[in-house]
Each structure stands twice: as structure tokens, then as C-alpha cells.
């Protein structure tokens, strides 16, 4: 366990030739490490969409309706004021409060959502052991396969040789390593 | 320096100038950005030092006003707001540009933005930082702040809801906050490559922390993208909704003036406004004294300028519309004040001193030659800037001045505190903005280098196409 497959390409559409080249052989725990988004590799490498908009739409519901109710309840129930015979309770007043809330809400769960779904933030991870990874920041493209030798994860074994010949082609420089422990 | 100046400017596909002008591979292009951080220019020490100095002067009228008392400003009855609040609403409103050209042009998918998008986000939280201290001193005991948060307290008392004070509280604060993790999380990939990327020990170190430790996976980017397009995309209500409520404070009163329903685009309008001016203030020297002009092109200067031109007329219009509806209503106070006093009262200098600068400046850029021309635009972005101060003190005092009975009228004139918060908080806004250009690369690397390659692969597929 623990022993991964690297590949470093030197160009954003390589890696994501090289990433449809290593799904189509069976690999299937293949990570990407890039110095910036690339989007077609997302669907290669079969990224599940993220549920963050969906959560981030809920924390705004939630944030409304906080407000709302504060608004209500202490202006209206708790601590009434006549200003002008005008109504305690009015939601044209209210309505900017719940529009702000909604919006602090949202915005503070969307940015907790991207840290959390990342695990971040963290110290230490095992990949930064690795030498060459600090390059992935800068103008590297890593592929990272960690089902190569799972004897569980049925892959050919003519899937190896070909892998080889794949990357090669590419210009990839591939080495192997062993991660101290399952860095997820 | 680098190869990129050898680039003749070739067109985009639209026909306008490329937003980047550089032929290096993605290294260069990330060293090129980061040297400006790792190695600060020889002005920044001394730049610094002096901005550090006249924030002690902001520092020192804080203490003054503080310990003596608001009575230090020149404001009273019936001025009551005067330099305190038109600080206010000029530093919101430049702190519009920021989120405006981060969010909605991010929104918009214009890629002139990516280079300053930045530039202009770290401005919108440091001119906001300013913004925030005016409504805070001018409580007189600011300690007391947290009496407009509704939290159970022993007086059994609630803030009250329908007071447009409370509303400003929860937008300046929301806006501040939703600033500054929009720009926090479009900074934390580059803080990553800076962590790689610096020699010494410590300074890898410190950037490893604010960097929460990036790895960049294809998951990693794929969260990120959509967090930061999601943030964008709630951010855009959210400028539009802040000068809104800061022009409800007015809108709500009944003073002539100030009761009217153009005041929330129209302020909205103001703002952008002037925050575009701002940025172009900043962007234009340091896009100078940093050498970034193949980053942040002439079509970046184009663009701006036609952003000022179109939200200037918006601002000519309300102004129009302004006069109008004070003549159509028939009310006499309202033509008082609006077709009277403001052109030809006490304060007539300021009024036109506003036309001149916000309504006669950006015409210029129905000139090409004075869209691309730098030295024009930033005169013109300090002029604007100008005229937009003197227009919100306009608004502000003239209504209060000259209200409905004349025995009541007063004038207002601001003492040397009111002199030394506004210079100060000019100071430690260069001065907040000067310590940003030192530390973190005010340039976005991995938006630029994804934009890079999306602008490569459209040149070739014209070639082959």
C-alpha cells in the first residue's frame, strides 16, 4: 500500500491526453496536480460536480430567515415602538436586512465549503515530501496514479507495459514513490 | 527585461488589443510576477515610511476626537453631517470598483479583467476599512458600537429595524466581510506558488500558513472554480444592494434634497464611478513602476476608460433627472434647493466644481487617443475623484444648510480635525494598499496563466482553424 505512479507532463493538454490514456487502461484512483484549473480534465479524471452551490443556496435561506425573524420578534414582539402610528411589523423595511444576511451567509458557507471539501486548512500533507512538487505550482502537470500495484483494483496486467509506452510517448518522466501515509 | 516587449500587439479575435502581451513560458510569466514581491522596488521603503507618516496624522485625530469629543468636528444643528459622513459615502463608493470588477465582469467572462481584478479587490477592502471609521467616530462614543448589533442586554432594549442606520450596518459590514473571502480565496493558489517558489526559510514558512496548504488537485480547482464563481456571482447583488442602503440614510429623511427616489442607482451609478477612478489612479503608476505594462495592456486602459465614459453619463443623467423631478413636483422647497441653492447658493463653488469635473472630464474619452493615452486618463481619474467627493458634500450639506425655515439656516465649514481625518485616512489607505504591493502578488498568477493558455489555444485554432 501506499505505492503510486508519477507522471509529470510539461503542458496542460498533455495531461489531459495522458489522464484519458490512463482511465481507458482501468486505473481509477488518478489524481491531477496543476498549476491552474483546467476543466477538461475534471471530466476525464470523472470529478464528481460539487454540492457547494447547493449548500451555499440553503446557508442563504437559513440566513434570510434568521434575519427575519429576528427583525420581527424584536421590533414587532418584544420591543414594540410606535413611530409614527407606522406598522411594527413591516417587511419593505426588513426586507434589506434579509437581502445582507442572505448573502453573509452564503458567502461565509462557500468559502468554508471549498477549505473543508480540500481539507484545508493543513499543515503538512504527504505529497509535499515528494521531491519535484513544489514545480506543480508553477509549470508542472502531475498525474498521480495510486491504484497501479492494488492487486484488488483489477487491472491487466498488460495494463502496466502499456501505461509505460503511453507516458512515454507523451514525454512524460514517470517515477515511482511511496506515500508514508494515504494522503486523501 | 523580458522577451515580452519584442511582441508587436496583436489583435484578438474581437478585433480589440490583447489583454496579454507576453511570449514567455508559464515560469517566466509566474518568476516575472513573483520578483516584483521577492524583490521590492528601492521606492517602497521610503514610500512607506512617508505613508506611515500621514496615517500618524489619522491616528492622531482619532485620539483627539475620541478623548475630546465630536465637538472638534465643524459639524452642528443644523449641519449635523457633514465631512464625517461625505468621507464615508466617497470611500464606500470607491470601494465599489473592486467587487464590481471582480464580480460582474467575472460574470460578464470579460477577460480584460483578470490582471487587476486583484488590484482592484485589495483597494475596494482597504478603502471600505476607511469608510467603516467615519460612521463609527461620528457616534461620538464609539465604544459603543456593538448597541446596534441586537444582542439581549440588561436595558431590554432592541435596535430598531426601520431605522436606515441599522441597514447600514449590516451592508457595510456584509460587504467588507464577502470582500475579503472573495479576495482571500482567488489569492490562496498564488500564496501556494509563492510558498514553492521563495528561498529563504522564514518566508516559505509564512506564506505555507496563509497558504493553508494548496495542493492543486483537479478536485482541489474544481471546488475552487466554482466557490470562487459562486462568491462572484452573489458578491454582484451585493455592490449594487450597499450604496443602495448608504442612500437610503438620505432618501428616507424628508429634507429636500435628499428625499428622492433616483437616489439609490444614482448612487450606486456615483460609485462605481469613482471607484473605477481609483483604480485607474493606483494602477496606472504601478503598472508603470513595476514594468506590467505587458500584463495590464493598453486594452486594459481602453476598457477602463469606456467604463468611466459609460457610468460618467449615468451619473450626467442623474443628475438631470435630479433637477427634474424637483421642477415637475412643483414643491417649492425642492426647486429651492435643487435649481437655487445648490447652483447659485453659498456652497455654488463646490456644485460647480462637481459638473465640471464628473460631467465635463470623462468626455474626453470619446476619444481614442485619450483612452489609450495614460497620462490623460490618470489627470482624468484624479479629477473625477475630486468631483465625486465634492459631489457628495454638495448632497449632503446643502440640504441640511438651508432647510424649510430660514430662520433656522446655518452654515457649515470644517475645522483642521475634519482637514486631518480626510487627509489621514488618504494616507493609510496608500499606505494599507502600499503594504499589499510589498507581500502578496498583487497580480494573479494562476487566473493569468489559465488565461494565457486559453488565449494560446484560441490563437492556434484561428491558425489551423
Given at each position: ?16 491526453q495522458?489522464?484519458?490514456?490512463v ?32 449548500l451555499?443556496f ?20 418584544d ?19 434579509v ?8 458567502a ?41 500495484y ?10 502496466q ?12 518522466v ?6 508514508t501515509?494515504?494522503?486523501? | 527585461m ?19 502581451e ?29 505613508t ?56 460578464l467572462?470579460?477577460r480584460?479583467r ?11 477592502l ?8 467615519f460612521?463609527?467616530?461620528?457616534m ?12 439581549p ?34 489569492l ?57 442602503v ?5 432618501a ?10 433616483i ?19 493606483l ?24 467604463m ?27 426647486m ?6 445648490r ?12 459638473i ?8 474626453i474619452?470619446w ?16 479629477l ?82
Amino acid at each position: 500500500m501506499g505505492e503510486v505512479i508519477i507522471a509529470e507532463l510539461d503542458s496542460p493538454e498533455r495531461v489531459v491526453q495522458a489522464a484519458r490514456s490512463v482511465r481507458a487502461l482501468g486505473y481509477a484512483r488518478v489524481e491531477a496536480f496543476t498549476p491552474f484549473p483546467i476543466p477538461e480534465l475534471e471530466d476525464v479524471l470523472g470529478v464528481r460536480r460539487t454540492r457547494l452551490p447547493r449548500l451555499a443556496f440553503v446557508a442563504g435561506l437559513g440566513g434570510a430567515s434568521l434575519a427575519l425573524l429576528v427583525q420581527w420578534w424584536t421590533n414587532a414582539v418584544d420591543y414594540p415602538l410606535d413611530v409614527g402610528g407606522r406598522p411594527t411589523s413591516s417587511l419593505p423595511t426588513d426586507v434589506l436586512i434579509v437581502f445582507e444576511s442572505a448573502v453573509l451567509f452564503a458567502a461565509i458557507t462557500a468559502f468554508a465549503a471549498v477549505l473543508v471539501g480540500s481539507r484545508l486548512p493543513r499543515l503538512h500533507d504527504p505529497l509535499f515530501d515528494l521531491p519535484g512538487f513544489e514545480r506543480t505550482s508553477l509549470d508542472r502537470f502531475w498525474l498521480l496514479i495510486r491504484d497501479a500495484y492494488d492487486d484488488d483494483a483489477g487491472i491487466l496486467d498488460e495494463a502496466q507495459a502499456l501505461l509505460d509506452a503511453e507516458l512515454a510517448r507523451l514525454g512524460a518522466v514517470v517515477t515511482r514513490a511511496r506515500l508514508t501515509e494515504a494522503g486523501a | 527585461m523580458s522577451a515580452a516587449a519584442a511582441v508587436p500587439p496583436r489583435p484578438e479575435a474581437d478585433g480589440e488589443l490583447p489583454v496579454l502581451e507576453h511570449a514567455g513560458t508559464y515560469a517566466e510569466l509566474t518568476d516575472e510576477l513573483l520578483d516584483k514581491v521577492l524583490r521590492p522596488p528601492r521606492w517602497m521603503r521610503p514610500a512607506l515610511l512617508l505613508t506611515f507618516l500621514g496615517s500618524l496624522v489619522l491616528f492622531a485625530a482619532i485620539a483627539y476626537t475620541v478623548t475630546t469629543g465630536i465637538g472638534v468636528w465643524g459639524n452642528n444643528i443644523p449641519v449635523a453631517w457633514a465631512f464625517g459622513i461625505t468621507n464615508f459615502v466617497w470611500w464606500i463608493g470607491i470601494g465599489h470598483a473592486g467587487t464590481f470588477i471582480s464580480a460582474f465582469l467575472l460574470l460578464l467572462e470579460q477577460r480584460w479583467r483578470t490582471s487587476i481584478n486583484r488590484f482592484a479587490e485589495a483597494m475596494t477592502l482597504f478603502a471600505v476599512v476607511q469608510a467603516g471609521l467615519f460612521p463609527l467616530l461620528h457616534m461620538g462614543r464609539p465604544w459603543f458600537f456593538y448597541w446596534l448589533v441586537p444582542y439581549p442586554n440588561t436595558m431590554k432594549v432592541w435596535p430598531q429595524f426601520r431605522s436606515a442606520l441599522t441597514w447600514d450596518v449590516a451592508a457595510v459590514t456584509t460587504y467588507l466581510t464577502v470582500s475579503l473571502l472573495f479576495w482571500y480565496l482567488g489569492l490562496v493558489p498564488d500564496l501556494a506558488v509563492m510558498r514553492d517558489r521563495a528561498r529563504e526559510r522564514w518566508r516559505r514558512r509564512a506564506y505555507a500558513i496563509f497558504a493553508l496548504g494548496w495542493r492543486g488537485s483537479a478536485r482541489d480547482w474544481h471546488r475552487w472554480r466554482i466557490g470562487y464563481g459562486l462568491l462572484g456571482g452573489i458578491a454582484t447583488p451585493l455592490v449594487v444592494s450597499v450604496h443602495s442602503v448608504v442612500s437610503s440614510d438620505f432618501a428616507i429623511a424628508n429634507l429636500a434634497g435628499w428625499h428622492s427616489l433616483i437616489f439609490p442607482p444614482y448612487f450606486v451609478a456615483g460609485a462605481i464611478y469613482s471607484g473605477f477612478a481609483m483604480v485607474l489612479t493606483l494602477m496606472i503608476p504601478a503598472r508603470r513602476l513595476y514594468r506590467v505594462e505587458h500584463v495590464i495592456t493598453t486594452r486594459h486602459l481602453d476598457s477602463m476608460a469606456k467604463m468611466l465614459l459609460v457610468t460618467g453619463w449615468i451619473v450626467v443623467y442623474s443628475y438631470a433627472v435630479e433637477a427634474w423631478s424637483a421642477w415637475y413636483s412643483g414643491e417649492r422647497y425642492e426647486m429651492y434647493m435643487t435649481l437655487v441653492m445648490r447652483p447659485f447658493g453659498p456652497y455654488a463653488f463646490v456644485y460647480w466644481v462637481v459638473i465640471a469635473c464628473n460631467c465635463l472630464t470623462p468626455q474626453i474619452f470619446w476619444w481614442r487617443r485619450a483612452r489609450r493615452s495614460a497620462a490623460a486618463l490618470w489627470v482624468a481619474s484624479l479629477l473625477v475623484q475630486v468631483g465625486m467627493w465634492a459631489e457628495r458634500f454638495m448632497l449632503i450639506v446643502t440640504s441640511q444648510a438651508h432647510d424649510f425655515l430660514p430662520s433656522s439656516w446655518g452654515l457649515y465649514r470644517p475645522t483642521v480635525i475634519d482637514g486631518a481625518l480626510l487627509f489621514g485616512t488618504m494616507a493609510f489607505f496608500l499606505f494599507l494598499f502600499l503594504l499589499f504591493l510589498r507581500f502578496v502578488p498583487f497580480i494573479p498568477i494562476a487566473e493569468l496563466k489559465e488565461l494565457k493558455h486559453r488565449v494560446a489555444t484560441e490563437r492556434e485554432e484561428r491558425v489551423h482553424g
